[in-house]
C-alpha cells in the first residue's frame, strides 16, 4: 500500500507504524477453518422454532384472530398474539428520546404493511410451527393504502399510523427538519444561473449471507441467554427490557458475530418475542429469518426523493441551494426520523454555500419499514448531489473537478448548519484523485490547500 | 415421524445417525452431526454457504436429502485443517482477506477446493466459473479470487 505522506506532513507526527502495513484479522483463523460460532451454530436440547403469521395486506383492520386450530397442530407448544407481549407498543429510538412509541411487536387491532408480524407460533419443529402458522385464521377487513410520499402527505391521504397522526414525524422544528443559512431568495435572484432537479431512490435490501435470527436459552438462575447476530446489543437489550418489562439484569446477550450486517441488523426485531417464548415456553427458542423473509421483512434502505435548486455563478461560485428532502419510513419510525434529520445536515453536501435552505420529512407510508443502511440519510444525497455539481460544471462550460475545487469547503468556514468546518481534506482528496485518475486540473487549484488560509 | 437410518463418513470419520425423512444434509450435518461449518444462508439451492464435497463432487447440501447420502464420503471445511495446521486454501484465504464477516467461506472453501482438486492450475475464468454458486455479500469476491490462483500457486511450488 503506498501512503502519501506529503499532506498534512506539517501537522501531523510522522509516526504511523500501524496504518499502511498488513495485519491478520484475528477472527479470520476461525471463518476458515469452520470453527466461528455464529447466533444459528447454537444448537440446545428441547429448542423450539418460532415462526410468524405475517399480513397479507399492506393496511388492514383485524377483525379476529382465531388460533384454536393452530394450537392443536401437532408439535405446537405455545402460540403467541399481541396480548401476550408486556409492553407491546415500542419504537427503538425511545431510548435517546426520539417517540413516540409507534409500532407494535405483534399487531393489535391494525396492521399497516404487508408482511407486519401478527401471530407467533413455537413448535418442536420448524415444519411443525410452519403448518401451524398456516392454520391461524385472521380476519381482515382491508384499508386504502398509501405507497407513495406526495400522495401521503397531501389531505386526506389514509392516516397510516395512528400513534403519529398524521403522515410525517413531528420534529421540534415542526413537520420537518429545517435549515436556513443566510437568504436563500437574495441568493437565486443575483445568480447567473439557477438549476432545479428531482432525484429518487428505491428502497435497497442489505441482502447479508446470514439471515437475521436469535437463539434464546432460559438459564437455572433466572436469566434468559440471547445468542443474536444484532448490530446493536445494547439497544437490542434495553429495548428488549423495556418491551419485556424485565430488569435488563435477566438478560445476557451473546453477540458480537454477525454474518454480514451492512446496517440491516440494527432494528430490535426478533429478540424480544424470543425470549418472551422462551420465558412462556421455559424452553430454548430459535427465531431466524427465512431468506424470503430478510428480503422482504427486515427493514430496507428508505426510498428517498430529494428536490434540489441552486444558484450558480458564471465563475464557478454556487451561491445558493435549496434542498427538500423526503425519507420514506414506511409504517414505522425505526431509525428513519434520525436519517432524515442526517441528510438535512448533510445536504449542502462539502462545499461552501452563502445561502442555504433545507427542509427533510420523513414520510409514513405503508410500505416495509425502512431502516439504517450504510450512510443512511446521506448516501442517497450525495448520489443527488453529485450528479447536481456534474450538472452545474456542465451547465457554465466548467471542468466538473475544477467546478468542485471552487465550492469546496476549508478549516474555518461555517456550514449551513452552524457548525465551523475542521479538519477538511476534500481540496487535498480531489488532488489525489486528479493525479490517480489522471484527470489533470489547472495548477492553483493542485496549489490549494484545506487548512492553509489564502493557498 | 418413522426415522430413517444414515450413513457416512464425515471428514474421515464414521457417522451413523437416525434421522426423520426428509431432512436435508444440511440440517442432519448441522443438527444432528454437529458439523456447522456448512452455513444456510437460503435453504433454497442460491447462495452456496452450505456447500460440501460428496465423493469428490461439489454439493448444496440444504438441496441434497441425508438419506441419499449413505455409503458417500462426505467433506467439510471443519475437516480440512489437520493437526491445526491450515491447508494452503485455508492459508490464502486468511492472507489476502478474503473473509471479511465470514459466512460465505465455508462454502467458497469447499468449490475453490473441488476447482482444485481437478484443476491445479485454474485460469482467473475457471476460478471465477467455480465460485459462481456461491454469493459473498461483504469482499466483492476480488480477494477470493486472488486466496485461490495464490493457492493454485503455493500447491504447484510444493509439488515441485
Ligand atoms: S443454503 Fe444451500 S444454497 Fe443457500
Ligand atoms: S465474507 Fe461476508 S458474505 Fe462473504
Redesign the pocket.
Known amino acids: 500500500m503506498e501512503l502519501r505522506k506529503n499532506y498534512f506532513a506539517d501537522v501531523r507526527k510522522d509516526d504511523l507504524h500501524e496504518v499502511g502495513q498488513p495485519r491478520p484479522r484475528s477472527d479470520s483463523p476461525g471463518h476458515v477453518t469452520g470453527k466461528t460460532a455464529f447466533f444459528a451454530d447454537r444448537n440446545f436440547p428441547g429448542m423450539l422454532h418460532l415462526k410468524m403469521v405475517r399480513s397479507p395486506h399492506h393496511h388492514a383492520r383485524i377483525r379476529s384472530i382465531d388460533t384454536s386450530e393452530a394450537e392443536k397442530h401437532p408439535g405446537v407448544v405455545k402460540v403467541l398474539t399481541a396480548k401476550d407481549v408486556p409492553h407491546n407498543v415500542y419504537t427503538i429510538l425511545i431510548l435517546i428520546q426520539i417517540g413516540p412509541e409507534d409500532e407494535t411487536v405483534l399487531a393489535d387491532g391494525k396492521v399497516r404493511w404487508k408482511g407486519e408480524a401478527v401471530v407467533a407460533v413455537l413448535a418442536e419443529t420448524e415444519r411443525a410451527a410452519q403448518e401451524a402458522a398456516a392454520k391461524v385464521k385472521v380476519d381482515y377487513e382491508v384499508l386504502p393504502a398509501v405507497f407513495d410520499m406526495e400522495e401521503a402527505l397531501k389531505p386526506g391521504a389514509p392516516l397510516v399510523n395512528e400513534y403519529h397522526g398524521r403522515n410525517y414525524y413531528l420534529y421540534d422544528s415542526g413537520e420537518c427538519r429545517k435549515v436556513r443559512f443566510g437568504d436563500v431568495e437574495a441568493g437565486f435572484a443575483g445568480a447567473d444561473h439557477i438549476l432545479e432537479q428531482s432525484y429518487q431512490s428505491s428502497p435497497i435490501e442489505h441482502a447479508p449471507t446470514e439471515t437475521t435470527g436469535c437463539v434464546v436459552v432460559p438459564e437455572g438462575n433466572d436469566r434468559f441467554t440471547c445468542y443474536t447476530n444484532t448490530q446493536a446489543m445494547f439497544f437490542t437489550l434495553d429495548n428488549a427490557s423495556i418491551i419485556l418489562q424485565m430488569p435488563g439484569s435477566k438478560l445476557h446477550f451473546v453477540g458480537g458475530t454477525v454474518g454480514g450486517g451492512f446496517g440491516g441488523k440494527v432494528d430490535v426485531i426478533v429478540e424480544p418475542i424470543a425470549i418472551l417464548g422462551a420465558k412462556l415456553t421455559g424452553r430454548p427458542v430459535s427465531f431466524i429469518y427465512s431468506r424470503e423473509e430478510e428480503m422482504q421483512i427486515s427493514s430496507p434502505r428508505a426510498a428517498e426523493k430529494v428536490v434540489i435548486k441552486d444558484g450558480v455563478m458564471k465563475d464557478g461560485r454556487i451561491i445558493a441551494r435549496k434542498v427538500t428532502g423526503y425519507t420514506d419510513a414506511g409504517a414505522y419510525s425505526r431509525h428513519s426520523p434520525y436519517g432524515a434529520q442526517k441528510g438535512a445536515g448533510h445536504y449542502p453536501g462539502p462545499y461552501t454555500i452563502p445561502n442555504v435552505w433545507i427542509d427533510t420529512y420523513c414520510v409514513y407510508t405503508n410500505r416495509t419499514p425502512s431502516s439504517a443502511m450504510r450512510g443512511f440519510g446521506v448516501t442517497i444525497g450525495d448520489f443527488a448531489l453529485e450528479v447536481q455539481m456534474d450538472r452545474l460544471a456542465r451547465l457554465i462550460g466548467m471542468d466538473p473537478l475544477e467546478f468542485r475545487f471552487i465550492n469546496a469547503y476549508r478549516d474555518g468556514d461555517m456550514k449551513a448548519h452552524r457548525q465551523p468546518t475542521e479538519g477538511a481534506a476534500l481540496i487535498e482528496c480531489m488532488q489525489e484523485a486528479s493525479r490517480a485518475a489522471n484527470w489533470p486540473v489547472a495548477e492553483k487549484y493542485m496549489a490549494m490547500s484545506s487548512y492553509v488560509k489564502g493557498a | 415421524m418413522a426415522k430413517v437410518p444414515v450413513q457416512f463418513t464425515l471428514n474421515g470419520s464414521e457417522k451413523a445417525e437416525f434421522i426423520d425423512s426428509g431432512t436435508t444434509l444440511?440440517n442432519a450435518l448441522r443438527d444432528k452431526v454437529g458439523d456447522t461449518s456448512p452455513?444456510?444462508?437460503?435453504?433454497?439451492?442460491?447462495?452456496?454457504?452450505?456447500s460440501v464435497i460428496i465423493d469428490g463432487e461439489l454439493r448444496?447440501?440444504?438441496?441434497t436429502l441425508a438419506e441419499t447420502c449413505n455409503g458417500t464420503a462426505i467433506t467439510t471445511t471443519s475437516g480440512l485443517a489437520e493437526g491445526g495446521v491450515l491447508q494452503p486454501l485455508q492459508r490464502a484465504f486468511l492472507d489476502t482477506f478474503a473473509t471479511q464477516c465470514g459466512f460465505c467461506t465455508p462454502g467458497m472453501i469447499m468449490a475453490a477446493k473441488v476447482l482444485l482438486d481437478h484443476t491445479p492450475n485454474p485460469s482467473r475464468d475457471e476460478v471465477v466459473e467455480a465460485l459462481s454458486g456461491n454469493i459473498c455479500r461483504c469482499t466483492g469476491y476480488e480477494p477470493i479470487i486472488q486466496a485461490v490462483l495464490t493457492a493454485a500457486r503455493a500447491n504447484s511450488q510444493n509439488a515441485a
Not at chain 2, 435453504?43 to 454457504?49: I, K, P, S
Not at chain 2, 448444496?60 to 438441496?63: A, F, G, I, T
Open positions: 444440511l452455513k444456510g444462508g437460503c435453504h433454497q439451492g442460491t447462495c452456496g454457504a452450505c448444496l447440501s440444504c438441496l
